[in-house]
């Protein structure tokens, strides 16, 4: 249901149709950020999966990862500004992790993604003014890459979609498999 998937999806021109899973995620999972994310949007696959009869089924779920440790999403000013002095001039992670199920065959597989992002050295004002947009709130890791954010970073190195929630060049490869082209 993210939009940003919606409209990296849309690119390819698909048909599709956008189904909210009732999936509920748990963070405090004591595995690995790519396991965690594979086992995210398995789990999201798999509860609208069970409901459709005939339908090729993506899901698909998304990680900011810092020295190990995941970072959620800041739901207020200072958890955000937290996150982003804590990111301010380092690299991290985004791992996204998809799942395909073709919902009348049953076969399925789960693929994670890892873009290694650079943020530049953030000034306390920086920060504030961000902040202050209110753009970081809700984002994992409190910046959006596709938004204001691209200004705090400095350079990427992988696919830029994953980052902003969906590899759609690894996505392509593996729809392949299901017999889905998208070119």
């Known amino acids: 249901a993210s939009p940003r998937r919606k409209e990296i999806l849309k690119k390819t021109g698909l048909k599709f149709s956008v189904i909210r899973s009732d999936y509920e995620e748990d963070m405090a999972l004591k595995l690995k950020p790519r396991v965690l994310a594979a086992h995210l949007s398995l789990g999201k696959a798999e509860a609208v999966a069970v409901k459709?009869?005939?339908?090729i089924v993506i899901a698909a779920d998304t990680l900011i990862v810092y020295k190990g440790k995941?970072?959620?999403k800041p739901h207020t000013s200072a958890q955000a500004r937290r996150m982003?002095?804590?990111?301010?001039?380092?690299?991290?992670?985004?791992?996204?992790?998809?799942?395909?199920?073709?919902?009348?065959?049953?076969k399925k597989v789960s693929k994670a993604v890892e873009t290694r992002v650079f943020l530049k050295k953030l000034t306390e004002r920086e920060?504030?003014?961000?902040?202050?947009?209110?753009?970081?709130?809700?984002?994992a890791g409190a910046y959006a890459i596709q938004g204001l954010g691209a200004m705090l970073v400095k350079k990427i190195e992988g696919d830029y979609l994953n980052v902003m929630g969906l590899p759609?060049?690894?996505?392509?490869?593996?729809?392949?498999?299901?017999?889905?082209r998208v070119l």
Do not use: C, M, W
Request: no cysteine; aromatic share 8%.
């Open 52 to 55: 459709q009869k005939n339908a």
């Open 168 to 180: 759609l060049y690894a996505l392509a490869r593996e729809l392949k498999r299901f017999r889905v």
């Open 70 to 72: 995941v970072l959620g």
């Open 84 to 106: 982003l002095k804590e990111l301010s001039g380092k690299v991290h992670s985004v791992i996204t992790s998809f799942t395909i199920i073709d919902a009348a065959q049953g």
């Open 127 to 139: 920060i504030a003014r961000y902040v202050k947009t209110k753009e970081p709130l809700d984002k």
